[in-house]
Each structure stands twice: as C-alpha cells, then as structure tokens.
C-alpha cells in the first residue's frame, strides 16, 4: 500500500465515481471536501492546501474533515480524481493520430484548468479509476498500429511527458517568452544590445515577427506523433 493511503482510504478513492448524486445537499461530504480543495489549489496553488485550510474554507472544524478523508495524501488523491474528470472516449475516431491528439488535448486543457495538477501527480501515490482511464484511453488509442504493449506504454508516456513539460509551472522562465506567448520584454532588450554575443539566439527571436509562442506545445507534440507513424508505418511493411 502506498505511504499515507491506508486501504480505506483505497475505497473511498475508488467509489467516488460510483457514488449516487445525493438528493439533498448534505452539510458535509466527499463531493464538497474535494471541491473546496480544488477551489483552494486553484486559487493559491498547493501549497496553500492543507486540512486546516480546507476546513476554514468549508467552515466546518479540522476534525469534521476527518470523517471523509483519513489525511492528506488521501484529500489530494480525491483532489486529482475529480479534477481531471472522466477519461474521454476515443472509440468513434478512426485514425490512431487523430485520438492520440484529442487525448492530448484533453489532457492539456483539464492541466490548464488546474494548474497544480503536474505539481500533485509526482511520486509515490495512489491513483483513482477516472486517473487510470486516461492512461488506459491513450494506451488504447493506439491498438492496431503493429506497436507492442510495452512501446504503446512509451509512446503514452512521451506524450504525457511532452504536456507536463510545456504545462508545469516548473518550467516557468526557462524560455524566452512570457506566459502570454510574447517575447519577454527584458530578453528582446538584453539581445537587442548583446545580440552580437548570443547570434543565433537573437537571429531566431528576431525572427518570430509576432508568431504564436506556445512553448513549444504544437511543434513538439507534432514531432513526436511524425516519429511514432514512421515507426508505426514500418510496422506495416
């Protein structure tokens, strides 16, 4: 069992999606522990995110939080299964490519949402079904390409790579644009009178002309989809 998660806490993670929608509004449930939490993570980031705060937000005691959750290894599991919803469905898409980037896409959009979601799903943890169906929905996308189990697996995390790399606020100033996909102001002046030091730097912002900057996003996923269908076309020769 993972540290922190005993095997009731197992349980409640995995029947949370099960759970019949209450008829009546509750004073206290899992639904609206979870929501406040994220509403938190949200707001402040996780680090603002602990029982008492939680508790505060709720305005209810540390202790009443007890009685759903077990700590809070258990409360950001809760945290991360209903945030990023349920797996989508890629059955009706025909092409592997084309439910690889729906995937993809849905991915990136419920980390937008919820930027403290790369900063929740590192280490040793515990993993709910809604999490795990998005694996296995990706890993999916890609039976009938002639790639093995083990190489879909790959391709999936590469592809999950890839999202957490441009969406992390780890990488936050380690290109040379701002989050609003303009060139930073300091970096454009700095190479206006240095450029001569850093030429191929200052040749290649100059030349962006007020192209989308994405840190990367589009160019790299295209790129690594071009290099899993010649693999995947070699299969088929």
Avoid: C
């Avoid at 809604?130 to 093995?148: F, H, M």
């Avoid at 206006?192 to 790299?220: C, I, K, M």
């Avoid at 996923?221 to 088929?236: E, N, Q, T, W």
Wanted: proline content about 5%; aromatic content about 6%.
């Amino acid at each position: 069992m993972v540290e922190g998660v005993s095997e009731d806490s197992a349980e409640r993670l995995w029947g949370l999606r099960d759970r019949p929608a209450p008829k009546t509004r509750p004073t206290l449930n899992l639904e609206r522990v979870a929501a406040a939490a994220i509403e938190l993570a949200d707001a402040e980031g996780m680090a603002a995110v602990s029982m008492q705060q939680v508790a505060a937000r709720l305005d209810v005691t540390k202790m009443a939080l007890y009685r759903h959750v077990a700590n809070k290894a258990e409360l950001v599991a809760v945290m991360i299964e209903t945030a990023v919803g349920e797996p989508p469905d890629l059955s009706p898409i025909p092409h592997w490519r084309d439910r690889l980037v729906t995937w993809a896409d849905g991915m990136r959009e419920a980390w937008r949402r919820h930027p403290w979601i790369p900063v929740a799903t590192v280490g040793d943890r515990m993993e709910g079904p809604r999490e795990i169906g998005w694996t296995e929905s990706a890993v999916a996308a890609l039976e009938g390409t002639g790639l093995d189990g083990a190489e879909r697996m790959d391709a999936v995390f590469l592809v999950s790579g890839h999202i957490r790399n441009t969406q992390s606020a780890d990488t936050a100033g380690t290109q040379p644009w701002t989050d609003g996909r303009e060139l930073n102001p300091m970096i454009t002046d700095l190479l206006g009178r240095h450029g001569y030091a850093f030429p191929a730097l200052a040749a290649a912002t100059a030349s962006v002309n007020g192209a989308e900057l994405d840190n990367g996003w589009q160019f790299g996923l295209d790129r690594i989809l071009d290099g899993l269908a010649v693999l995947i076309d070699s299969r088929g020769s």
